[in-house]
């Protein structure tokens, strides 16, 4: 990860906010993803980490203030397919998988909405290569395991051209050892030069994938760095254990 891990800023979020009438889900949230770097994000529940995700990707809504650029290109107020094709593409933490369609149906319908015309089955067979399941492209894809079921959204995310890949909470659900293989597959895809971010209570995985982290807490950026400075910071472990309370 880190010897192909860039200085370049390839996303920039600027004092981003988001309210739902008088209550503040997000606020003046600012940090960076450089080029190639996994970036993780933690914080306990209703920190506002998934609201962020639909800020920065505008689906299902946008940011009410602050600056969001894709690699140069200010996205904070275009719809949400027009900021996937710029290549901003995000997991969701419910299934997002066609069940009585195949695995490789499943990831050709991601190919042809994102690229159409010519190449899809060859796109769609890539992502499946990427994701680990080309064995699996004939299975009716709501006979598969929890795993494949989340590599499979991975895998649609991932046609075409990806600059940067949002995963919400892929553990979720998943046992220690698929945890692990989830790892595996971040790290196989980080070390392509892919620029991810992935929000995750599971926070062993983050501190073996991520380059850095942030803690977010109510709606604000708590802390940022590495993830064994970030998970020893004693505002952290508060934020946790006042969580954990009652
Ligand atoms: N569309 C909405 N309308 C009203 N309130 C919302 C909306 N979306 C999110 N919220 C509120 O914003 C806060 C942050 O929610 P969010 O789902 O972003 O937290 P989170 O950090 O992702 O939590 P979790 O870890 O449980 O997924 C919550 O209090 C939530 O109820």
């Given at each position: 990860?880190t ?7 390839l996303?920039s ?14 606020r003046q ?5 450089h080029?190639?770097?996994v970036?993780?994000?933690a ?11 639909n800020l ?5 809504f ?12 200010r ?23 066609f ?8 990831a050709?319908?991601?190919?042809a909405y994102?690229r ?5 089955r ?6 499946l290569?990427?994701t680990?399941l ?6 009716r ?10 590599k499979?959204m991975i895998?649609?995310?991932l046609?075409g051209?990806?600059?940067v890949?949002?995963?919400?909470e892929?553990a979720?659900?998943l ?9 595996s597959?971040?790290?196989t895809l ?15 995985l983050?501190r073996?994938v991520?380059d850095?982290?942030?803690?977010m807490?109510a709606?604000?950026?708590l802390v ?21 309370s009652?």
């Amino acid at each position: 990860m880190t010897m192909t891990m860039h200085d370049r800023v390839l996303l920039s979020v600027r004092e981003v906010s988001r309210s739902f009438d008088s209550y503040q889900a997000v606020r003046q949230v600012t940090f960076d993803v450089h080029e190639a770097e996994v970036l993780g994000i933690a914080g306990p529940n209703g920190a506002g980490k998934s609201t962020l995700f639909n800020l920065l990707s505008g689906v299902p809504f946008s940011a009410s203030g602050g600056q969001i650029e894709l690699d140069g290109r200010r996205i904070e107020r275009l719809a949400g397919h027009r900021i996937c094709r710029l290549g901003l593409r995000r997991t969701f933490q419910a299934d997002q998988v066609f069940p009585e369609l195949t695995v490789y149906e499943n990831a050709r319908l991601a190919a042809a909405y994102l690229r159409g015309g010519r190449g899809v089955r060859r796109e769609a067979m890539k992502v499946l290569e990427r994701t680990g399941l080309l064995a699996l492209a004939d299975a009716r894809a709501g006979d598969i395991s929890v795993l494949a079921k989340k590599k499979l959204m991975i895998a649609g995310a991932l046609v075409g051209d990806v600059q940067v890949l949002l995963l919400d909470e892929p553990a979720g659900g998943l046992d220690a050892h698929d945890q692990d293989e989830l790892a595996s597959l971040i790290e196989t895809l980080s070390s392509t030069g892919l620029t991810i971010v992935v929000i995750e209570h599971v926070l062993s995985l983050l501190r073996r994938v991520a380059d850095r982290m942030i803690v977010m807490v109510a709606g604000e950026v708590l802390v940022t760095g590495r993830p064994e400075d970030v998970l020893a910071d004693s505002r952290v472990v508060e934020a946790y254990l006042g969580e954990a309370s009652p």
